[in-house]
T-cell receptor
Framework: SQQGEEDPQALSIQEGENATMNCSYKTSINNLQWYRQNSGRGLVHLILIRSNEREKHSGRLRVTLDTSKKSSSLLITASRAADTASYFCATANNNDMRFGAGTRLTVKP | DTEVTQTPKHLVMGMTNKKSLKCEQHMGHRAMYWYKQKAKKPPELMFVYSYEKLSINESVPSRFSPECPNSSLLNLHLHALQPEDSALYLC??????????????FGPGTRLTVT
């Protein structure tokens, strides 16, 4: 079953703009991970943030985690057409991993 | 080698058939996973193997039977499936289980159609 919700469900922006996606979850977690999926293909890991971390950066990606609100956000800066994909947050707890509903991002050239 | 391979890429089977999906990794990962993904939905966890032992079985119907013959291989045996089982089946692996802070590496998936 799904862990939580992501919003927006779909986001359309112009190349060069920033994209922000939010994720909420319901249970306690060890860490939260973000993945990208191009249409009908396997998922690619983007970034992992542990439950005792509040913010993490990797290249053009910035992730925040607020465990008191059980929420996370993913910011992609200076977006490119190649960033067009679905983005999923996933919460990890022991052996379990649950994915959010996902945000479909379209970056127009 | 950071690749997870899955075979076949596509599979069409009748409701009375028996088939198997295969997944392989050579990264020395000790956790392997099966997910089911319907169109425009997130992946749903089906099974987790940790050190070749089944550690999570998400109340998946018995017509799906997982097998982990060794630390590099993961199979999913299919029998008497229903049309609603048509989906993308994804295999993933991680160095240890994701709760310990390890990212998962996904294969490209097997697109299954049950007729």
């Amino acid at each position: 079953s799904q862990q939580g919700e992501e919003d927006p469900q779909a986001l359309s922006i112009q190349e060069g703009e920033n994209a922000t996606m939010n994720c909420s979850y319901k249970t306690s977690i060890n860490n939260l991970q973000w993945y990208r999926q191009n249409s009908g293909r396997g998922l690619v890991h983007l970034i992992l943030i542990r439950s005792n971390e509040r913010e993490k950066h990797s290249g053009r990606l910035r992730v925040t985690l607020d465990t008191s609100k059980k929420s996370s956000s993913l910011l992609i800066t200076a977006s490119r057409a190649a960033d067009t994909a679905s983005y999923f947050c996933a919460t990890a707890n022991n052996n379990d991993m649950r994915f959010g509903a996902g945000t479909r991002l379209t970056v127009k050239p | 080698d950071t690749e997870v391979t899955q075979t076949p890429k596509h599979l069409v089977m009748g409701m009375t058939n028996k088939k198997s999906l295969k997944c392989e990794q050579h990264m020395g990962h000790r956790a392997m996973y099966w997910y089911k993904q319907k169109a425009k939905k997130p992946p749903e966890l089906m099974f987790v193997y940790s050190y070749e032992k089944l550690s999570i079985n998400e109340s998946v119907p018995s017509r799906f039977s997982p097998e982990c013959p060794n630390s590099s291989l993961l199979n999913l045996h299919l029998h008497a499936l229903q049309p609603e089982d048509s989906a993308l089946y994804l295999c993933a692996s991680s160095r240890r289980t994701s709760g310990d802070g390890y990212e998962q590496y996904f294969g490209p998936g097997t697109r299954l159609t049950v007729t």
